[in-house]
């Protein structure tokens, strides 16, 4: 159980263009989900923090309109990445928790990631 | 603000060793979460196992355990019988518990090699 779905899995766009990034939990139903940025042997670090039908919040230092979060039912997540340019290319990481079953205790359970590669 | 810090960026142990990495962490909080992931060639971040930081009792999953010293903000995990599937880069990670989901904090991980 516990299974979070990311997709797509790797994507390669052109400079100036946005891609969208989905993130869904399979079997319970996620009430928080979180973005995470991973650079190359580096660790995760959290982006932003999304509750179903409220507003993410974003880590200092990350440009909410430059990275665009929905969190608009219990199952998905996308966060879109507007005007993409070279420095935006990164593994991107979601994870989502709930409160019951599976997903509940406090347990965060990760999607396989986005690796964006931005030309 | 709450840190974690994981000294060694590489480790390497034989099969069917066992092998111990460390995590210390840094917070003024009295009631947390302590977690390891594991994150194998493929990226995705699995979770081995975690701890709640009112429960003195070390927690265990199979061949994985932690040695949980509270005073002591330290937070190890023993992997027992290693096998050439645990070669992956380990994160140790705190969560605050607020009584719901929570953002989680990364030390800079431990990149463990398994060898025949």
């Known amino acids: 159980g516990a299974v979070v779905s990311q997709h797509p899995s790797w994507v390669i766009c052109k400079s100036g263009t946005s891609v969208k990034i989905e993130c869904r939990s399979l079997?319970?139903?996620?009430?928080?989900m979180f973005w995470y940025r991973q650079f190359p042997k580096q660790s995760l670090m959290l982006m932003a923090t999304?509750?179903?039908?409220?507003?993410?919040?974003?880590e200092q230092g990350v440009e909410k309109d430059k990275f665009l979060i929905n969190h608009a039912s219990l199952t998905l997540s996308t966060l879109t990445v507007t005007s993409a340019h070279p420095e935006d290319s990164s593994f991107y990481i979601c994870?989502?928790?709930?409160?019951?079953?599976?997903?509940?205790?406090?347990?965060?359970?990760f999607g396989a990631g986005t690796r964006l590669s931005v030309l | 603000a709450q840190t974690v810090t994981q000294s060694q960026p590489e480790m390497s142990v034989q099969d069917a060793e066992t092998v111990t990495l460390s995590c210390t962490y840094d917070t003024s909080e009295n009631n947390y979460y302590l977690f390891w992931y594991k994150q194998p060639p493929s990226r995705q971040m699995i979770l081995v196992i975690r701890q709640e930081a009112y429960k003195q009792q070390n927690a265990t999953e199979n061949r994985f355990s932690v040695n949980f010293q509270k005073a002591a903000k330290s937070f190890s995990l023993k992997i027992s019988d290693s096998q050439l599937g645990d070669t992956a880069m380990y994160f140790c990670?705190?969560?605050?518990?607020?009584?719901?989901?929570?953002?989680?904090?990364f030390g800079t991980g431990t990149r463990l090699q398994v060898t025949l």
């Open positions: 990670a705190f969560m605050i518990n607020t009584g719901t989901a929570s953002k989680l904090t």
């Open positions: 994870s989502a928790s709930g409160t019951t079953g599976e997903g509940a205790k406090n347990i965060q359970y």
């Open positions: 999304s509750n179903e039908g409220s507003k993410a919040t974003y």
């Open positions: 079997d319970f139903q996620a009430t928080t």
